[in-house]
Every structure is written in structure tokens, then in C-alpha cells.
């Protein structure tokens, strides 16, 4: 479940959300500001708890099922380590993207803003491959609802 890019509070922009509350964080949101702080906020209280800088403007996040870190660019896939924020370049995409989600047999799903086009990206090589045509570009986000990739 995601938090819908919106800003609590500051200039934080909300980013990503465990699903059901459960998960690698434990039902925390992780979250990153456009300075590129990566942190976590309670979802009961609000609070923010920087984890640290991530050293690049990342678009969207996500956490896989075997609690890893993973996060886009305009033009890179990143690990995302989840005790210090810092993001390590695994590759370039090779297209701009803004959108990114782990379904939950693990394959990474991104869009972007200059294709209509869905992808997986390679988590180990961070390669985009086209999947198919959506008919529209990305507005900044894709997430999964009861099975369904919107």
C-alpha cells in the first residue's frame, strides 16, 4: 500500500507502505524527502525517523518480500540499504522512470514518464524490458490493489 506521494507536516513526500501493516518495517511507511533523506514514519503517530541520507533523488521505493531495499531514479535502479538510507547504483534502466513495485512473487514492475510502456527491471543488472504497451505514461506511481497492477 502506498501513501500516495503526499507531504505530512514538512516537504517529506511519502512514498511507500508496507502492505496489511505487515512486512519488512513492520507496517511503517518508508519514506524519502526531496533532500534524499530515507526514513520511516509511524503510521499511528505521524512521526518521522530519519534512517539517513540516500545520496541520490530517487522517484519511488519499495521493500521486497525478503525485506531488501529497492528504489528508482529518472535513470537508475538502486539497493536501498534499510539501516543506513544510503542508495548503491545497481544500474541504468536504460528508459526514465517514476513508478516502482514488487509484486509479491518478487518481480520489480516499473513505468515512467516518457512511455506508455509497463516494465520489469532486473534487480540484479537493473535493466528495464518492456512488458507492454498501458496505453498511457506514467504519472508517478503503479501499485498493486487485490491482485491488480494499476
Known amino acids: 500500500m502506498k ?45 518521522f525517523t530519519s534512517i539517513g541520507p540516500s545520496g541520490v533523488a530517487l522517484t519511488d521505493m519499495d521493500v521486497t518480500a525478503s525485506g531488501s531495499g529497492v528504489g528508482i531514479s529518472v535513470d537508475g535502479f538502486y539497493a536501498i540499504d534499510l539501516a543506513t538510507g544510503a542508495a548503491t547504483l545497481v544500474g541504468a534502466p536504460g528508459v526514465s522512470l517514476n513508478a516502482l513495485e514488487v509484486g509479491a512473487d518478487g518481480t520489480i514492475y516499473a513505468a515512467g514518464p516518457g512511455s506508455t510502456s509497463l516494465y520489469t527491471v532486473d534487480p540484479a543488472t537493473g535493466a528495464a524490458t518492456a512488458l507492454f504497451d498501458m496505453g498511457v505514461a506514467s504519472a508517478g506511481d503503479i501499485q498493486f490493489k487485490n491482485g491488480i497492477l494499476y
Open 3 to 47: 501513501a500516495a506521494s503526499t507531504s505530512v507536516g514538512s516537504s517529506r513526500t511519502w512514498l511507500r507502505a508496507t502492505s496489511g501493516g505487515g512486512g519488512a518495517l513492520g507496517g511503517t511507511i518508508l519514506a524519502h524527502d526531496p533532500a534524499g533523506v530515507v526514513g520511516t514514519v509511524d503510521v499511528g503517530t505521524g512521526a
